[in-house]
Nanobody, 126 residues
């Protein structure tokens, strides 16, 4: 059974950078599209980025496009989210998730992601 574990969250000043990493076990990630989602305090959860199984197609929410980069290493069974120029509104719990119903397409519909990690906290504050 696929299990996902996130790491790399923390406290960072506005304008700073963080790299989140998601490690998978129990299944080969190259079977699935993957995504990163976040939930800010008092807000609904939103998908910020996704990547298809072979890494050749990525999608980003408008709020993070140009600042965040998603990548994957299927040999290591990991998916990363590189976050640059962080803003206070990027604060929230970030989740790695798989869309086991998709492989060579992905979209930012959070309802399609069916296996989730436990989340990692990102706080952007001075």
């Amino acid at each position: 059974q696929l299990q996902l574990v996130e790491s790399g969250g923390g406290l960072v000043q506005p304008g700073g950078s963080l790299r989140l990493s998601c490690a998978a076990s129990g299944a080969d990630l190259d079977l699935y599209a993957m995504g990163w989602l976040r939930q800010a305090p008092g807000k609904e959860r939103e998908a910020v980025s996704c990547i298809v199984s072979n890494g050749l197609i990525t999608n980003y929410a408008d709020s993070v496009r140009g600042r965040f980069t998603i990548s994957r290493d299927n040999a290591k069974n990991t998916v990363d989210l590189h976050m640059n120029n962080l803003k206070p509104e990027d604060t929230g719990v970030y989740y790695c998730a798989s869309d086991t119903g998709r492989r060579l397409t992905c979209n930012l519909n959070e309802d399609e992601f069916d296996v989730w990690g436990q989340g990692t906290q990102v706080t952007v504050s001075s």
